[in-house]
């Protein structure tokens, strides 16, 4: 019997199914920025003997006009990333009331002295919707809160469809004035014997929420 039982066929099941694996990507409508009033700020020659010595010097105000078009309506911010990081000189004072964060640098002279700051801030902002409201939030879209729209350290700008409301909502169009104000260090920082090299650059990122 116990012969028996070990020389009996074994049966295998034979598979009954077969998978069919389906891939792909859905990607988020793309989102465009583009500086329609030009992407570079000149502010030309600047002759030493206008610097002031012993105090910051204010360079004209300058601007430029800014859009983002989108392929459908998105919910999205700004973030303003400082390409000269650490280059700035804080004690300089821009816009009345901006603190630190909101000091961009223009590089360093041959010296290695800061050259100065600047800060950018929106004017005249319009929406598909036509006006349109700006929040600022400090933790990447979780809270939202009115403040000036002015790009500063670790912070995104947002935009809502209602002037009474700072929550984002989706958009294809955002356009607004980029308003830069630059102050330059007292001249006596500077090796005023060499030419200097104004060198402020700001990536403006696009962040889908």
């Known amino acids: 019997m116990i012969t028996s039982a070990l020389m009996a066929p074994v049966l295998v099941s034979a598979a009954t199914t077969a998978e069919l694996k389906l891939t792909g990507r859905i990607i988020p409508a793309a989102c465009i920025p583009n500086f329609v009033g030009g992407s570079t700020i000149d502010y030309g020659t600047i002759h030493v003997s206008t610097l002031n010595v012993t105090a910051q010097t204010m360079l004209p105000q300058k601007n430029t006009r800014m859009t983002i078009t989108c392929e459908v309506p998105v919910k999205f911010a700004l973030a303003g990333i400082d390409e000269r990081a650490g280059t700035s000189e804080d004690t300089l004072t821009t816009v009345v009331g901006y603190g630190r964060g909101y000091k961009f640098g223009l590089g360093v002279a041959s010296n290695g002295a800061k050259i100065g700051t600047y800060t950018l801030d929106m004017k005249n902002i319009t929406a598909d919707e036509g006006q349109t409201r700006s929040g600022v939030s400090s933790d990447g879209g979780v809270n939202w809160n009115t403040s000036v729209p002015a790009f500063s350290y670790g912070t995104i700008i947002g935009f809502s469809d209602s002037l009474k409301s700072q929550l984002p909502t989706a958009h294809k169009y955002i356009s607004f004035d980029l ?6 260090v007292k001249s006596e920082n500077l090796p005023i014997a ?5 060198d402020g650059l700001t990536t403006v990122e696009v962040k889908y929420l």
């Open 179 to 184: 308003n830069v104000v630059a102050a330059v």
């Open 194 to 198: 060499d030419e200097i090299q104004i």
